[in-house]
């Protein structure tokens, strides 16, 4: 048993007895080489959007032609594909296409209403109740 000239505190950081091991990274590298600069990555937004359903059937359509080629790829691939092409346009062919595309209107779609005998009754509301002293 090893006599301690007073307890140490609880929040004190007991000195590492180990030496300190080098990674395997840096134990392959050598000190001369400068390291390789790793690029930023892009900064990415959430975002959403409103689509008529047809177009919606284009992107599934789309995912599918590009997994039979055997390069699968996800709707923000393909959405983010479609913008590179599009600014990839001239001015008039951009405009062609945008003249092409209909205007919709913007936010979430309303529920489709359901048939009265189909729909669940509504729930009741609770009443607020006062405490009359």
């Known amino acids: 048993m090893r006599a301690s000239a007073s307890p140490a505190p609880a929040d004190a950081k ?3 007895t180990k030496p300190a091991r080098a990674s395997k990274a840096a ?6 080489l400068p390291q390789e600069v790793k ?3 892009a900064k990415l937004v959430r975002d959403s959007f409103t689509i ?5 059937a284009a992107i599934e359509v789309l995912k599918q032609r590009l997994t039979l080629q055997g390069t699968p790829a996800k709707k923000s691939e393909l959405l983010r594909a479609g913008l590179v092409l599009l600014a990839g346009l001239s001015e008039g062919a951009l405009a ?7 205007s919709i209107k913007t936010g979430r779609p309303k529920a489709e209403p359901v048939e009265a005998a189909d729909s669940k009754p509504a729930k009741a509301s ?3 109740t006062t405490k009359k002293d």
């Open 96 to 102: 062609k296409a945008m003249q092409a595309i209909p």
């Open 39 to 41: 690029p930023k990555k």
């Open 14 to 16: 007991k000195p590492s």
């Open 27 to 32: 134990a392959t590298k050598s000190p001369a």
């Open 52 to 56: 008529p359903k047809e177009e919606y």
């Open 126 to 128: 609770k009443a607020r």
